[in-house]
C-alpha cells in the first residue's frame, strides 16, 4: 500500500527558508505526480505545488517565486523548498499523489499525516 510520510517542518522568522521532504512507498513514483497542499488555522485545505514524474511543476499563485518543489525519482522522493516565508504561509503541510497527470487537476489519491510549519512575524 502506499504510504507518504512527511518531515522538515519547524518554526521559522518571517524572511526564512525551510525544505519539506516527503518519502514514498508502495507507489510506482517515477511516474505518480506529487503535490504538496497545506491547512492553515481556520482553513481548509488547499493545493499549493505539485510535479509530474517527468518534473513538470505548477504553483499557486500565492508561492510562485518563494517556494520550488522538485523530486528525486532515485530516493523516492519530493520536496518543497520555501523561501521568503511569510506568517501567511502558517500551515500543516501534506504531501499528496494525484495520479499521473498535469498538477493540480486531480484529486488526491494518498495523503502523508503532515508536518507543522509555522512562521512567526
Known amino acids: 500500500q502506499v504510504h507518504l510520510v512527511e518531515s522538515g517542518g519547524g518554526l521559522v522568522q518571517a524572511g526564512g527558508s525551510l525544505r519539506l521532504t516527503c518519502e514514498a512507498s508502495?507507489?510506482?513514483?517515477?511516474?505518480?505526480?506529487m503535490a504538496w497542499h497545506r491547512q492553515g488555522p481556520g482553513r481548509q485545505r488547499e493545493w499549493v505545488a505539485g510535479?509530474?514524474?517527468?518534473?513538470?511543476?505548477s504553483y499557486v499563485d500565492s508561492v510562485k517565486a518563494r517556494f520550488i518543489i522538485s523530486r528525486d525519482n532515485a530516493k523516492n522522493t519530493v520536496y518543497l523548498q520555501m523561501n521568503s516565508l511569510k506568517p501567511e504561509d502558517t500551515a500543516v503541510y501534506f504531501c499528496?499523489?494525484?495520479?499521473?497527470?498535469?498538477?493540480?487537476?486531480?484529486?488526491?489519491?494518498?495523503w502523508g499525516q503532515g508536518t507543522q510549519v509555522t512562521v512567526s512575524s
Open positions: 508502495g507507489t510506482i513514483f517515477s511516474i505518480a505526480t
Open positions: 510535479i509530474t514524474g517527468g518534473g513538470h511543476t
Open positions: 499528496a499523489t494525484e495520479g499521473t497527470g498535469y498538477p493540480g487537476l486531480s484529486t488526491p489519491n494518498y
